[in-house]
């Protein structure tokens, strides 16, 4: 799987992470973004960490006063999360 593997986007969340926790709001985002689009396309087996990702990146906009894209992902990460509970 190489770049597209869980493991990757992993790495991007938790260099988001580091980013978010310096103050440095666009570099978590850019991390955040990457881990997203590797996420995406791993929806049927990993759903939980789109959803976690989608909930970071709200967090991260909530921080720039930007609540509009806060909850914009936040709504995501509520659907993501929904997708994966049983009926």
Known sequence: ?????????????????????????????LNDTKAVAIQEKLIPQKPELLARTYRDIATTYSH??????ALKFQLKSLEMQKSVLPS
């Open 1 to 29: 799987l190489g770049e597209q593997s869980s493991e990757v986007s992993t790495s991007y969340s938790l260099i988001a992470g580091a980013y978010w926790h310096q103050g440095n709001y666009k570099e978590a985002l």
């Open 64 to 69: 720039m006063n930007n609540h509009q894209l």
